[in-house]
Nanobody
Framework: QVQLLESGGGLVQPGGSLTLSCAAS????????MGWYRQAPGKQRELVAS???????NYVDSVKGRFTISRDNAANTVYLQMNSLKPEDTAVYYC??????????????WGQGIQVTVSS
């Protein structure tokens, strides 16, 4: 069973920076993709950024040029460097991991969520 441990959230002023980390432990099989989602009050959860084991990344348009996702495959850890933060970035951020077994069975895991608040 995979456990995702998130860290790095908190309160930051507009224009500031914050880095989120997520470490996946307990995986017996290959974790193909990891990423970050977020959910703001009254809104649906949305994909912020994702990264494949080969390094290919994807971002939601609203964070392009400001956020950078990276991954340490050996440690099964994903990072999200967030720069030029805006109040609209305020949300609970969730780490995500997609695991595939040798038989091709897919399992999706979620972290508990970590609060990011951008405010003066």
């Amino acid at each position: 069973q995979v456990q995702l441990l998130e860290s790095g959230g908190g309160l930051v002023q507009p224009g500031g920076s914050l880095t989120l980390s997520c470490a996946a432990s307990g995986s017996r099989f290959r974790i193909v993709a990891m990423g970050w989602y977020r959910q703001a009050p009254g809104k649906q959860r949305e994909l912020v950024a994702s990264i494949l084991s080969g390094g290919t990344s994807n971002y939601v348009d609203s964070v392009k040029g400001r956020f950078t996702i990276s991954r340490d495959n050996a440690a099964n850890t994903v990072y999200l460097q967030m720069n030029s933060l805006k109040p609209e970035d305020t949300a609970v951020y969730y780490c995500n991991a997609d695991e595939f077994s040798v038989l091709g069975t897919r399992r999706v895991y979620w972290g508990q969520g970590i609060q990011v608040t951008v405010s003066s």
